[in-house]
Protein backbone atom coordinates (compact mmCIF):
# COMPACT_ATOMS: atom_id res chain seq x y z
CA UNK A 1 0.00 0.00 0.00
CA UNK A 2 1.23 2.95 -1.15
CA UNK A 3 1.79 6.01 1.99
CA UNK A 4 0.95 9.89 1.54
CA UNK A 5 3.70 10.99 4.23
CA UNK A 6 3.75 14.33 4.36
CA UNK A 7 5.38 16.47 6.17
CA UNK A 8 4.68 20.57 6.66
CA UNK A 9 1.87 22.34 7.91
CA UNK A 10 -1.32 24.16 6.32
CA UNK A 11 -3.19 26.81 7.43
CA UNK A 12 -6.87 28.22 6.54
CA UNK A 13 -8.43 30.99 7.28
CA UNK A 14 -12.27 30.11 7.78
CA UNK A 15 -14.94 34.19 8.24
CA UNK A 16 -18.25 33.48 10.04
CA UNK A 17 -21.51 34.57 9.07
CA UNK A 18 -24.56 36.13 9.81
CA UNK A 19 -27.87 35.37 8.13
CA UNK A 20 -29.71 38.49 6.59
CA UNK A 21 -32.08 36.76 5.88
CA UNK A 22 -34.23 33.49 6.89
CA UNK A 23 -37.30 32.39 6.04
CA UNK A 24 -38.17 28.89 7.83
CA UNK A 25 -40.61 26.74 6.23
CA UNK A 26 -42.34 23.48 7.30
CA UNK A 27 -40.73 20.71 9.58
CA UNK A 28 -39.54 18.32 6.87
CA UNK A 29 -39.79 13.91 7.24
CA UNK A 30 -36.03 14.38 8.27
CA UNK A 31 -36.81 16.51 11.00
CA UNK A 32 -34.83 19.52 9.05
CA UNK A 33 -36.84 22.59 8.31
CA UNK A 34 -37.61 23.76 4.61
CA UNK A 35 -35.24 26.74 4.29
CA UNK A 36 -34.57 30.33 2.58
CA UNK A 37 -31.87 32.10 3.74
CA UNK A 38 -29.47 34.61 2.68
CA UNK A 39 -26.45 33.77 4.22
CA UNK A 40 -23.70 36.60 4.60
CA UNK A 41 -19.92 35.71 5.65
CA UNK A 42 -18.30 38.22 7.89
CA UNK A 43 -14.61 39.27 8.50
CA UNK A 44 -14.67 37.83 12.00
CA UNK A 45 -12.26 34.52 11.39
CA UNK A 46 -11.19 31.20 12.59
CA UNK A 47 -7.86 29.76 12.17
CA UNK A 48 -7.25 26.60 11.49
CA UNK A 49 -3.53 24.12 11.23
CA UNK A 50 -3.07 21.33 10.16
CA UNK A 51 -0.08 18.73 10.15
CA UNK A 52 0.58 15.02 9.75
CA UNK A 53 0.43 13.04 13.19
CA UNK A 54 0.47 9.68 14.79
CA UNK A 55 -2.60 10.10 15.97
CA UNK A 56 -5.73 12.02 15.31
CA UNK A 57 -6.83 15.61 17.67
CA UNK A 58 -7.59 18.70 17.99
CA UNK A 59 -6.41 21.78 20.57
CA UNK A 60 -8.42 24.87 20.13
CA UNK A 61 -6.82 28.50 21.75
CA UNK A 62 -8.37 31.70 22.09
CA UNK A 63 -10.95 33.75 23.72
CA UNK A 64 -13.32 31.10 23.61
CA UNK A 65 -11.38 27.73 23.56
CA UNK A 66 -12.81 26.30 26.89
CA UNK A 67 -16.29 26.30 24.88
CA UNK A 68 -14.75 23.83 22.43
CA UNK A 69 -14.55 20.54 22.81
CA UNK A 70 -11.36 18.85 21.73
CA UNK A 71 -13.18 14.75 21.74
CA UNK A 72 -14.48 12.70 18.44
CA UNK A 73 -17.61 15.30 18.88
CA UNK A 74 -15.19 18.27 17.44
CA UNK A 75 -17.10 19.13 13.99
CA UNK A 76 -13.25 19.65 12.52
CA UNK A 77 -12.34 16.53 13.41
CA UNK A 78 -15.64 14.79 12.13
CA UNK A 79 -15.03 16.68 8.70
CA UNK A 80 -11.08 15.43 8.59
CA UNK A 81 -11.78 11.90 9.10
CA UNK A 82 -14.66 12.16 6.32
CA UNK A 83 -12.47 13.44 3.89
CA UNK A 84 -9.85 10.77 4.82
CA UNK A 85 -12.68 8.55 3.44
CA UNK A 86 -12.69 9.65 0.30
CA UNK A 87 -8.89 9.14 -0.56
CA UNK A 88 -7.82 7.02 -3.77
CA UNK A 89 -7.84 3.49 -3.07
CA UNK A 90 -4.24 1.65 -2.44
CA UNK A 91 -3.52 5.30 -0.41
CA UNK A 92 -2.54 5.33 3.33
CA UNK A 93 -3.24 8.43 5.24
CA UNK A 94 -1.94 9.83 8.06
CA UNK A 95 -3.69 10.96 10.83
CA UNK A 96 -3.58 14.85 11.67
CA UNK A 97 -3.10 17.10 14.41
CA UNK A 98 -5.91 19.86 13.81
CA UNK A 99 -5.11 23.57 15.77
CA UNK A 100 -8.04 25.99 15.91
CA UNK A 101 -7.95 29.86 16.98
CA UNK A 102 -11.31 30.43 18.24
CA UNK A 103 -12.25 33.65 17.12
CA UNK A 104 -15.39 33.41 16.13
CA UNK A 105 -17.92 33.18 19.27
CA UNK A 106 -19.48 29.88 20.06
CA UNK A 107 -22.90 28.37 19.60
CA UNK A 108 -23.43 31.60 18.74
CA UNK A 109 -25.55 31.62 15.61
CA UNK A 110 -22.28 32.32 13.77
CA UNK A 111 -21.93 28.87 12.45
CA UNK A 112 -18.47 28.75 14.40
CA UNK A 113 -18.26 25.25 14.42
CA UNK A 114 -19.45 24.65 10.73
CA UNK A 115 -16.27 27.24 9.59
CA UNK A 116 -14.16 24.92 11.37
CA UNK A 117 -14.87 22.35 9.82
CA UNK A 118 -14.84 23.75 6.25
CA UNK A 119 -11.22 25.01 6.94
CA UNK A 120 -10.27 21.48 7.99
CA UNK A 121 -11.88 19.81 4.97
CA UNK A 122 -9.67 22.63 2.80
CA UNK A 123 -6.57 22.37 4.63
CA UNK A 124 -6.74 18.84 4.38
CA UNK A 125 -7.27 18.69 0.86
CA UNK A 126 -4.21 20.25 0.53
CA UNK A 127 -2.14 18.71 3.58
CA UNK A 128 -3.08 15.29 1.94
CA UNK A 129 -2.67 16.46 -1.69
CA UNK A 130 -5.91 14.80 -2.24
CA UNK A 131 -6.14 16.76 -6.00
CA UNK A 132 -8.95 14.35 -7.51
CA UNK A 133 -11.51 15.69 -4.78
CA UNK A 134 -12.53 18.91 -6.87
CA UNK A 135 -14.76 21.48 -5.20
CA UNK A 136 -18.20 19.65 -6.14
CA UNK A 137 -17.02 16.44 -3.91
CA UNK A 138 -15.62 18.62 -0.50
CA UNK A 139 -18.78 20.65 -1.16
CA UNK A 140 -20.75 16.85 -1.00
CA UNK A 141 -19.17 16.13 1.85
CA UNK A 142 -19.45 19.40 3.51
CA UNK A 143 -23.22 19.72 2.74
CA UNK A 144 -23.40 15.88 4.35
CA UNK A 145 -21.83 16.83 7.75
CA UNK A 146 -24.10 20.05 8.42
CA UNK A 147 -26.11 22.58 7.26
CA UNK A 148 -24.02 25.75 7.10
CA UNK A 149 -20.77 23.81 5.83
CA UNK A 150 -20.77 24.51 2.19
CA UNK A 151 -21.87 28.49 2.49
CA UNK A 152 -18.66 28.66 4.46
CA UNK A 153 -16.34 26.99 1.54
CA UNK A 154 -18.07 29.65 -0.48
CA UNK A 155 -18.49 33.07 1.20
CA UNK A 156 -19.62 36.02 -0.01
CA UNK A 157 -23.39 36.51 -0.30
CA UNK A 158 -25.11 33.77 -1.01
CA UNK A 159 -28.92 32.42 -0.83
CA UNK A 160 -28.88 29.31 0.93
CA UNK A 161 -32.28 26.90 -0.20
CA UNK A 162 -32.78 23.03 0.96
CA UNK A 163 -31.54 23.01 4.42
CA UNK A 164 -29.20 25.46 3.47
CA UNK A 165 -26.73 23.30 2.10
CA UNK A 166 -27.79 24.23 -1.37
CA UNK A 167 -25.68 27.59 -2.47
CA UNK A 168 -26.21 29.81 -4.91
CA UNK A 169 -23.90 33.11 -5.04
CA UNK A 170 -25.75 36.38 -4.81
CA UNK A 171 -25.08 39.56 -6.85
CA UNK A 172 -23.42 42.01 -4.67
CA UNK A 173 -20.88 45.00 -5.16
CA UNK A 174 -19.51 46.77 -2.67
CA UNK A 175 -19.81 46.06 1.33
CA UNK A 176 -21.40 46.78 4.87
CA UNK A 177 -20.63 47.11 8.10
CA UNK A 178 -21.39 45.33 11.22
CA UNK A 179 -21.33 45.35 14.84
CA UNK A 180 -21.73 42.14 16.58
CA UNK A 181 -22.95 41.61 19.95
CA UNK A 182 -22.24 38.32 21.83
CA UNK A 183 -23.52 37.71 24.74
CA UNK A 184 -20.90 36.49 27.76
CA UNK A 185 -21.58 32.55 28.51
CA UNK A 186 -25.01 32.80 26.52
CA UNK A 187 -25.45 29.61 24.02
CA UNK A 188 -28.39 28.84 22.42
CA UNK A 189 -28.49 24.88 21.09
CA UNK A 190 -29.52 25.55 17.32
CA UNK A 191 -32.52 22.20 17.35
CA UNK A 192 -33.47 24.23 20.48
CA UNK A 193 -34.31 27.35 18.70
CA UNK A 194 -35.70 25.28 15.57
CA UNK A 195 -38.04 23.69 18.03
CA UNK A 196 -38.99 26.99 19.99
CA UNK A 197 -40.18 28.17 16.84
CA UNK A 198 -42.46 24.92 15.40
CA UNK A 199 -43.86 25.67 19.02
CA UNK A 200 -45.29 29.30 18.60
CA UNK A 201 -46.05 28.54 15.35
CA UNK A 202 -48.51 25.69 16.37
CA UNK A 203 -49.96 27.69 19.46
CA UNK A 204 -50.87 30.22 17.01
CA UNK A 205 -52.43 27.61 14.52
CA UNK A 206 -50.16 29.82 11.62
CA UNK A 207 -49.98 28.28 8.16
CA UNK A 208 -46.40 27.58 7.10
CA UNK A 209 -45.83 29.11 3.76
CA UNK A 210 -43.05 27.49 1.38
CA UNK A 211 -39.89 29.80 2.02
CA UNK A 212 -39.04 32.31 -0.58
CA UNK A 213 -36.16 34.62 -1.07
CA UNK A 214 -37.48 38.54 -0.78
CA UNK A 215 -36.76 40.25 -4.04
CA UNK A 216 -36.45 43.63 -2.46
CA UNK A 217 -33.40 42.65 -0.34
CA UNK A 218 -31.84 40.94 -3.70
CA UNK A 219 -32.41 44.61 -5.10
CA UNK A 220 -30.84 46.16 -1.96
CA UNK A 221 -27.76 43.67 -1.96
CA UNK A 222 -26.84 44.56 -5.89
CA UNK A 223 -26.11 48.00 -4.44
CA UNK A 224 -25.15 47.17 -0.99
CA UNK A 225 -27.10 50.49 0.24
CA UNK A 226 -27.06 50.04 4.08
CA UNK A 227 -30.05 51.63 4.32
CA UNK A 228 -32.05 49.35 1.82
CA UNK A 229 -30.84 46.52 3.64
CA UNK A 230 -32.03 47.28 6.99
CA UNK A 231 -35.10 47.83 5.49
CA UNK A 232 -35.44 44.01 4.50
CA UNK A 233 -33.87 42.30 7.38
CA UNK A 234 -35.78 38.95 8.34
CA UNK A 235 -35.27 36.38 10.65
CA UNK A 236 -38.28 33.87 11.25
CA UNK A 237 -36.28 32.23 14.27
CA UNK A 238 -35.59 35.78 16.63
CA UNK A 239 -38.82 35.28 18.25
CA UNK A 240 -38.22 31.83 18.91
CA UNK A 241 -34.52 33.32 20.04
CA UNK A 242 -35.35 35.80 22.29
CA UNK A 243 -38.39 33.87 23.83
CA UNK A 244 -35.67 31.43 25.05
CA UNK A 245 -33.09 34.12 25.96
CA UNK A 246 -35.16 37.75 26.81
CA UNK A 247 -31.99 39.53 27.28
CA UNK A 248 -31.89 39.89 23.39
CA UNK A 249 -34.55 41.85 23.26
CA UNK A 250 -32.71 44.31 25.63
CA UNK A 251 -29.74 43.95 23.50
CA UNK A 252 -31.89 45.15 19.90
CA UNK A 253 -33.50 47.79 21.50
CA UNK A 254 -30.03 49.41 22.91
CA UNK A 255 -28.66 48.96 19.44
CA UNK A 256 -31.66 50.82 17.50
CA UNK A 257 -31.38 53.53 20.42
CA UNK A 258 -27.92 54.08 19.58
CA UNK A 259 -28.02 54.91 16.07
CA UNK A 260 -28.04 51.58 14.24
CA UNK A 261 -29.99 51.05 10.96
CA UNK A 262 -31.00 47.53 11.63
CA UNK A 263 -30.67 44.78 14.53
CA UNK A 264 -31.28 41.22 13.55
CA UNK A 265 -30.30 38.14 15.83
CA UNK A 266 -28.13 36.16 13.24
CA UNK A 267 -29.28 32.17 12.38
CA UNK A 268 -30.47 30.64 15.41
CA UNK A 269 -28.40 33.20 18.22
CA UNK A 270 -27.71 33.99 20.68
CA UNK A 271 -25.32 36.79 18.44
CA UNK A 272 -27.04 40.02 17.57
CA UNK A 273 -25.85 42.22 14.18
CA UNK A 274 -26.14 45.82 14.15
CA UNK A 275 -25.80 47.03 10.37
CA UNK A 276 -24.44 50.73 10.38
CA UNK A 277 -23.42 52.60 7.65
CA UNK A 278 -19.47 52.86 8.03
CA UNK A 279 -16.26 52.36 9.85
CA UNK A 280 -17.22 55.35 11.93
CA UNK A 281 -20.64 54.63 12.75
CA UNK A 282 -19.73 51.17 14.06
CA UNK A 283 -16.60 52.33 16.49
CA UNK A 284 -19.50 54.74 17.62
CA UNK A 285 -22.04 51.84 18.06
CA UNK A 286 -19.52 49.91 19.53
CA UNK A 287 -18.20 51.79 22.41
CA UNK A 288 -21.85 53.11 23.51
CA UNK A 289 -23.36 49.23 23.39
CA UNK A 290 -20.07 48.46 25.82
CA UNK A 291 -20.89 51.56 28.06
CA UNK A 292 -24.51 50.62 28.50
CA UNK A 293 -24.80 47.09 28.13
CA UNK A 294 -26.15 43.97 28.48
CA UNK A 295 -22.58 42.52 29.03
CA UNK A 296 -20.90 40.58 25.84
CA UNK A 297 -18.23 40.85 23.58
CA UNK A 298 -18.93 43.31 20.79
CA UNK A 299 -16.94 43.09 17.64
CA UNK A 300 -16.85 45.15 14.28
CA UNK A 301 -16.85 43.79 10.87
CA UNK A 302 -17.32 44.03 7.23
CA UNK A 303 -18.72 41.54 4.75
CA UNK A 304 -19.02 39.94 2.82
CA UNK A 305 -15.69 38.13 2.73
CA UNK A 306 -14.45 35.30 1.02
CA UNK A 307 -15.25 31.96 2.47
CA UNK A 308 -12.27 29.04 3.83
CA UNK A 309 -9.10 30.58 1.85
CA UNK A 310 -5.14 28.89 2.52
CA UNK A 311 -2.92 31.00 4.18
CA UNK A 312 0.09 28.72 4.27
CA UNK A 313 0.35 25.41 1.95
CA UNK A 314 2.15 22.19 2.26
CA UNK A 315 5.85 23.23 2.66
CA UNK A 316 7.29 19.61 1.60
CA UNK A 317 6.00 16.28 0.62
O1 LIG B 1 -27.24 20.84 9.87
P1 LIG B 1 -26.89 21.21 11.26
O2 LIG B 1 -26.15 20.12 11.97
O3 LIG B 1 -26.18 22.52 11.36
O4 LIG B 1 -28.28 21.38 12.01
C1 LIG B 1 -28.37 21.38 13.41
C2 LIG B 1 -29.83 21.22 13.83
O5 LIG B 1 -30.57 22.39 13.49
C3 LIG B 1 -30.57 20.08 13.16
O6 LIG B 1 -30.39 18.87 13.85
C4 LIG B 1 -32.04 20.56 13.23
O7 LIG B 1 -32.58 20.34 14.51
C5 LIG B 1 -31.89 22.07 13.07
N1 LIG B 1 -32.08 22.49 11.67
C6 LIG B 1 -33.35 22.46 11.12
N2 LIG B 1 -33.53 22.86 9.82
C7 LIG B 1 -32.48 23.27 9.07
C8 LIG B 1 -31.18 23.31 9.60
C9 LIG B 1 -31.01 22.91 10.92
O8 LIG B 1 -34.34 22.10 11.79
N3 LIG B 1 -32.70 23.64 7.81
Known sequence: MRSAELSGVVCCRVPGKINLELAVGPLRDDGYHELSTVFHAVSVYDR??????????VHVTGP???????????????AAKALARRRPRGIRLTPVRIDIDKQIPVAGGMAGGSADAAGTLVACRELW??????????????GSLGSDIPFLLHGGTAIGSGRGEQV???????????????????????????????RLRAERGEEIPPPT???????ALRRMDADAVAGHLRNDLQ?????????????????????????IVSGSGPTVAF??????????????LAARGPAGDILRAIG??????????????
Request: proline share 5%; hydrophobic share 45%.
Open 304 to 317: PVPGAQLVQSRATA
Open 64 to 78: YADRVPTDDSNLALV
Open 239 to 263: EAAISLQPVLAEVLQAGRELGARAG
Open 48 to 57: ITVQAATSWS
Open 168 to 198: TPVLARGELHWVLWAGEGLGLSTPAVYAECD
Open 275 to 288: LVGSQAEAIDLSVG
Open 213 to 219: PSGELMQ
Open 129 to 142: GLDHVENDLLEEIA
